[in-house]
Structure formats: structure tokens, C-alpha cells
């Protein structure tokens, strides 16, 4: 018979399973299993080492990206895969090619940055949107920060729809003397009011309003006419519909990753069991090492 050469390695395992992996390794044939030889500190830390925490934690962080930007991508998927479609077969040199799982895992993090700016620019949209409340002031060619002059006061405001205007002026006439009351737009739900008085009978012209149900409008911050307000706003509000678009756009196209993101998932997963299983034999006190390991 001819002799080969050996085939050495070490094997270590669960000392439980021992008797199992004997048993198994018998099957393939004619196996030498010897006892380990003496091994130095170092070799003996290479196989007993414990799991990177560090890496296993960012193994981790990348597995719950993948999962996150799957979920994101979904609704921008062109083409729907059926509830219980068959996921395609990939070899082992597919499921583990580094530069494949880069880009996959590199596709997820560009899929969650693009969708937190499509989160922030329609939160934009929301607040610009509540703006238009300029809108029934828009006839008004009034700084909407003004307040009146050295001897006047300015207010704007609504009352109910249901007042009588006519009736509210004769009021504040009541109350305070000559005052300006002019309705600068009505709707459903409110008339829309400037009201000019002099400065010693504000109280009065307040108190008279007050009891019509009138309510001041206040525009913090803001400068300039209701028209020179809604003008800048629509300007702002078509560039966000600009830019929703680019960004739907880019995230319909990443979703055409999502197959290559899902193959990385799963790479992800198969690592993190490794790290895993590596770490319980590192403590689990309870392993044995077989030297001396080969066929004939």
C-alpha cells in the first residue's frame, strides 16, 4: 500500500459532543486522531480566543442597517414580488465576495441617509404648507410687522363669520371714537379685520372688540406683506417638490439593490452566528482539541 502524506490540523469542540464527532470522523475512512501536542501561549490563544466584542457589535449595527433600508426600500420597489416567491440560489463564492457585500452594505446606508432627507425636506413641505395661512391677508399692503406710528395702534385679527360688521363698527365707534375698521377678506369660518385707533382709546376700542370675538393675529418674525410672504413661500415649496422628487428618484433606483442588500443580510447573519458560536466555545469551559488530525 502506498503511503500518503498526512493531512495534520487540530480540531476543537464541545467536550459534550465528543463522542458524536469521534463517531463522525470514523465514517470518513482511516482517520489517526491523536492527543494535542503541547501548545504555546499564543496558539493556544488563536484557538480559544475570545469573540471581538467591538467587531461583533458592529457586525451588529451593519446587520440592523441592512434590515432597515430592506424595509425602505419596499415602497419603492417598481416591480412586487409575490408573497411566497422562491429567492434565487447563490454559491458560496456569491454569498461571500467582499466588494458584492461593500457595495450591498454601502447601497443601505446611502437608502437610509436618502430617505432621512426625503423625512426632513417633507417636514419642510409640512411647515411651509401651514404658512399659507398668509393667505387671507393677502390684499393687505401692510408690513404684516407693523404696529402702528407715534400716535396709532394697528391690529390685525378675525371675528367669527357670523358677526355683524357693520354692527362691530358702530361698537368700537361707541367705545372708543373715530377708529378704522376695515374687512380685508371673509371665509366660512372668520372675517378677516385691520383696525387703526388712536393710541389713548385702545383700551376701549380693545375692550369693544374683545366682545365680539375678536382675536389678534400675530405673525412672529415675520417681515414684509402677506403677498411678499406667500410669493417667497410658494418659491419654497416648489423647490422641496424639486427636491422630493430627486430624492423618490435615487431611492427608486437603490431599490433596485435590494436584491444585493437582502444577500448581504444574509452574509451578515451567517457572520454574526459565527462570532457567536466562536465566543460561547471561548467561554464556555467545556472543549476539547484533537491533535494529530488526518486521512490516509
Not at 463522525?24 to 480559544?48: H, K, N, Y
Not at 380685508?184 to 385707533?197: E, H, M, P, T, W
Not at 424639486?242 to 447573519?269: F, H, M, N, S, V
Amino acid at each position: 500500500m502506498a503511503i500518503l502524506k498526512m493531512k495534520k490540523l487540530r480540531l476543537c469542540g464541545i467536550a459534550e459532543e465528543q463522542t458524536q464527532l469521534i463517531r463522525e470522523l470514523q465514517l470518513l475512512g482511516s482517520v489517526e486522531i491523536g492527543s494535542p501536542e503541547a501548545l504555546t501561549g499564543a496558539q493556544q490563544t488563536q484557538i480559544f480566543r475570545a469573540g471581538d466584542s467591538s467587531s461583533a457589535d458592529a457586525l451588529s449595527r451593519t446587520s440592523a442597517a441592512l434590515a432597515s433600508a430592506l424595509e425602505t426600500l419596499k415602497q419603492y420597489e417598481t416591480k412586487k414580488g409575490g408573497l411566497f416567491s422562491a429567492r434565487p440560489e447563490k454559491t458560496l463564492d456569491e454569498l461571500f465576495d467582499d466588494d458584492a457585500y461593500s457595495a450591498a452594505v454601502q447601497a443601505a446606508q446611502d437608502a437610509l441617509e436618502t430617505q432621512d432627507a426625503r423625512s426632513r425636506n417633507q417636514a419642510e413641505k409640512s411647515r411651509l404648507s401651514a404658512l399659507r395661512g398668509f393667505v387671507p391677508w393677502q390684499t393687505l399692503d401692510l408690513p404684516l410687522e407693523s404696529n402702528g406710528t407715534q400716535h396709532t395702534r394697528v391690529l390685525i385679527g378675525t371675528v367669527p363669520a357670523q358677526t355683524g360688521f357693520d354692527a362691530l363698527r358702530e361698537a368700537v365707534y361707541e367705545a372708543a371714537g373715530e377708529a378704522q375698521i376695515e374687512m380685508v377678506s371673509a371665509d366660512q369660518q372668520s372675517l378677516y379685520l385691520l383696525v387703526i385707533v388712536y393710541k389713548g382709546a385702545y383700551d376701549a376700542a380693545a375692550s369693544a372688540l374683545r366682545e365680539s370675538g375678536f382675536t389678534q393675529t400675530c405673525f412672529d418674525g415675520v417681515t414684509g406683506t402677506a403677498a411678499e410672504n406667500i410669493r417667497l413661500t410658494d418659491e419654497k415649496l416648489a423647490a422641496c417638490e424639486q427636491e422630493d422628487k430627486r430624492l423618490t428618484d435615487k431611492l427608486t433606483a437603490l431599490a433596485g439593490e435590494t436584491p444585493a442588500i437582502r444577500l448581504a443580510a444574509d452574509r451578515c447573519t451567517q457572520e454574526i452566528a459565527k462570532a457567536q458560536a466562536a465566543d460561547r466555545l471561548a467561554h464556555s469551559g467545556a472543549d476539547v482539541l484533537f491533535g494529530r488530525l488526518g486521512s490516509v
